[in-house]
């Protein structure tokens, strides 16, 4: 009998390649909960936009549509530059929102890539069958 270390030594190697496949499955399964993500992300950021008051800090000058999309993606990242900001309760709450948001979706794309990861694995392990 092989004792666990050489076990471990004679495991055969997860490919890159089938790593990406397994991701691109796993990534597929769950592309309704990255819809959802995106759906709500967008309607967060139209809400931002009128109802939060976003403002550049700079110049305190209403923001256009667009600058307001790159403050919600930077929240959503937990970034947060702090060169666009909301001024209202409700652009507020949006805005901690869009962080919830965002930490989920990592979440998710985290535990898509572990998955991909122990797929493959399995799959090394067992010839590629």
Not at 62 to 76: Q, S
Not at 77 to 87: F, H, K, Q, R
Request: with cysteine; charged share 10%; net charge positive.
């Amino acid at each position: 009998m092989q004792s666990t270390a050489s076990k471990r030594r004679t495991r055969p190697k997860v490919s890159p390649g089938r790593t990406i496949i397994e991701m691109i499955r796993v990534v597929w399964h769950l592309s309704p909960l990255f819809l959802i993500n995106i759906a709500t992300f967008m309607a967060i950021a139209v809400t931002m936009y009128y109802f939060g008051g976003p403002v550049d800090t700079v110049t305190h000058a209403p923001v256009t549509f667009g600058e307001t999309l790159y403050m919600c993606g930077v929240t959503g990242l937990t970034i947060g530059y702090g060169d666009i900001v909301p001024t209202t309760p409700i652009g507020r709450a949006a805005a901690v929102s869009l962080a919830f948001l965002g930490v989920l979706l990592t979440g998710l794309i985290t535990s898509a890539a572990v998955l991909a990861v122990q797929r493959a694995s399995g799959y090394a392990e067992s010839g590629g069958q």
